[in-house]
């Protein structure tokens, strides 16, 4: 399996398909993976062959860490778009997370401060108040709905809760007031004999429906990119993608797509 992992605190910067140049966070181990979901697509490859041994890094090194990186930038003459808080599964697991976004915010400031913030996150922290007032303090927070289907959601994203259900996940995403941007995989594919496929109507229907609801700043729709975990799946076609994006600025929602 040659699925991804960051051996860093900070990494890149890259470009990142949705992003534009991005300097990327990870405040899980470097030697394996944290998350609270299980998808099957993910690109650092499934929890259990992924079991961690090391540490989460302190608020301190998270600091000291990015304000060195920041350093070096600067001296470089080279600016992110957007400090990405990522990698090796989900950044809002960390216990310390709201402290180390006001420093990531001290920080940005200091050194870029036209550089945005961003979060990618798999979404099922946000009952902890600190993690909700942290994400609304930063400029971009991205948060995953893969589909609107519990049973769905139990194949996609495989949350470690056997209490996440989609109802308690769109009150969440409520919360924000439309300060939020909503992240969604569309795939397709087979998982034990079963059709993987988040593309259908009644999906789409029910998306639509949610976003309505949720009223996102954005949206951000795309495909898998690399190899994934579960071998059987496939990336759904940029046109499809199209379609669905168009479904969407059709209801008055900002879409990007990365096929
Ligand atoms: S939420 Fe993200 S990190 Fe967690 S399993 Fe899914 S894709 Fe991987």
Not at 100 to 115: H, Q
Not at 232 to 237: C, G, N, S
């Amino acid at each position: 399996m040659s699925t991804i992992l960051f051996d860093k605190i900070v990494f890149g910067p890259i470009r990142s398909r949705r992003l534009g140049v991005s300097l990327g966070m990870n405040l899980l181990p470097t030697d394996g993976k944290l998350c609270s979901f299980n998808c099957i697509y993910c690109e650092c490859g499934l929890n259990e062959e992924r079991r961690t041994h090391s540490k989460l890094p302190t608020r301190q090194e998270v600091k000291e860490a990015l304000i060195q990186k920041l350093t070096a930038m600067q001296a470089e003459g080279v600016a992110p778009d957007v400090i990405t808080f990522a990698g090796n599964g989900e950044p809002t697991m960390h216990p310390e997370f709201g402290g180390i976004i006001d420093d990531t915010l001290a920080t940005r400031d200091r050194f870029f401060p036209k550089a945005k913030i961003a979060v990618l996150s798999n979404s099922t922290m946000l009952h902890k108040e600190d993690v909700f007032q942290a994400l609304n303090k930063i400029e971009d927070n991205i948060m995953k709905l893969d589909s609107v289907s519990d049973d769905r959601i139990r194949q996609l994203n495989v949350p470690n809760a056997p209490s996440f259900t989609f109802d308690k996940l769109l009150k969440q995403l409520c919360r924000f007031d439309g300060n939020v941007i909503i992240q969604t995989m569309f795939l397709k594919g087979e998982l034990n004999g079963e059709s993987v496929d988040n593309t259908t109507e009644p999906e789409i229907a029910g998306w639509l429906e949610a976003l309505k609801k949720i009223k996102p700043k954005k949206v951000m729709i795309y495909t898998v990119d690399r190899e994934t975990p579960v071998k059987a799946l496939r990336k759904v076609t940029k046109e499809e993608l199209e379609i669905i994006a168009c479904r969407a600025r059709k209801e008055g929602f900002e879409v990007s797509v990365s096929a």
